[in-house]
């Protein structure tokens, strides 16, 4: 506590001391210093991309929102169709909706989705959209906004009225073919586009896990529409297939908190449904996020421990270059000494010369890395991320480097007998 307390009382006449010291050999200390440069420049780096990683991750969990549970349709094999034909298992369809509908969870709604192979014709060539069927929540489930006209509604469906809903980058594409009321041929009917949904951030770089569905590609009709468009063709030879009535079923439950507890019970809802035909694929957004996140925290920490052994290499640089340079400042030390220096002078002035020159490398370093992940993220299909964290630590590891390998140096200056220093030629 003495040496602390000494320290703070004589801070300044012991940093402009230092600072002397440092200057003087300037071409000395920069070579001290590139070790920690780098270190830090590491460790801020990883820091930077290791958040832009998590941001991303955590952006497109949310963009399918957490409060949703999703059921996807999987494609069986051959002998999976057989078993499921055997046991009258049809996919996803509505009996599985009434059945979730009435387990007593807390759901606020459930939306479907059924993609349709379908041609868009008159369409430029450059145009190949996704046509799906949908039911009148669905926008709302998915938080969908609407950039010109109106959504599908349950009248559309009820009337089977057959209108389109177009995304942002299809309609844009069409130019004058893609306004509203205009008429959008699609197999042989023809449909009246009725709105422009709002153009939405999408990533190409999701997770295998959750597919993202790009709606700005996507023209989006009424459910029950593919009764009235034209079937795929079999195979030569061989019978169409029956299809599941839906290609995702998308649940939003009331509460975030009852989230994971829920899926639990439609997990086994699901189960009994279908038997063992495990031909849905259950998806928990919030599961995964809370999965995501904790991958990414011990992921960074991995990664800045491995880094920080860069800085604990240029902390024993440091510590063996004031090691050496104490017998060149014997003479320095002694005239201190018989000036009324104490011990913990010299300690405090070699300690506060060590902090120095790894601080400075690490503003250096931190700016450096900085400019590294983020030309990393220009230069790869990566993202990197600036906050106080990635500052922070990475100058509190340099001054707890330069404080921890500066110690034993000062503590041999303190130790140094000032008559015989004064004696050192």
Known sequence: MALFTEIACKSKSFFNTALRSVGRNK?????????????????????????????????????????????????????????????NVEGLNNRDIKQLGQAGIAIQQMASLKELSVEVIGAPGQISPQVAACSANYANVLN???????????????????????????????????????????????????????????????????????????????????????????????????????SEIIIKITDSHQVLASAGVIGRIMEESHGSILDYQMVVPLELLRQ?????????????????????????????IMLATISERKKEIGIRRAVGATKLHIMAQFLIESMLLTLTGGAIGVFLGAAAAFAIALA?????????????????????VGLFFGLYPAYQAARVDPIQALRYE
Request: aromatic share 8%; glycine share 10%; hydrophobic share 45%.
């Open 27 to 87: 071409l000395r200390s920069f070579l001290s210093v590139l070790g920690v440069v780098f270190g830090v420049m590491a460790v801020m780096t990883i820091i930077c991309i290791g958040q832009g990683a998590r941001n991303e991750a955590v952006r497109q969990m949310e963009q399918l929102g957490t409060r949703n549970i999703y059921l996807k349709q999987l494609a069986l094999s051959t002998e999976q169709k057989a078993e499921a034909a055997r046991r």
């Open 144 to 246: 969908l906004k609407m950039l010109a006209g109106r959504f599908i509604n349950q009248s559309d469906i009820d009337s089977h009225e057959l209108v389109c809903v177009l995304g942002s980058d299809v309609a844009g594409r069409l130019g004058e073919d893609g306004k509203l009321f205009e008429q959008l041929r699609m197999g042989s009917q023809m449909f009246t586009i009725v709105g422009h949904l709002d153009r939405i951030d999408f990533s190409d770089s999701g997770s295998a896990a959750v597919s993202v569905r790009n709606h700005n590609e996507m023209i989006l009709l009424p459910t029950g529409t593919s009764k009235w468009l034209p079937k795929p063709r079999a195979a030569m030879g061989k019978k169409s297939e029956p299809e599941a009535e839906f």
């Open 292 to 320: 995501a996140r904790k991958t990414h925290e011990m992921f960074n920490w991995f990664l800045a421990a491995i880094a920080g052994i860069s800085l604990i290499v240029g902390g024993i640089g440091i510590m063996n």
């Open 380 to 400: 790869a299909p990566w993202h990197a991320a600036l906050s106080f964290g990635a500052v922070f630590i990475p100058l509190l590891m340099s001054v707890f």
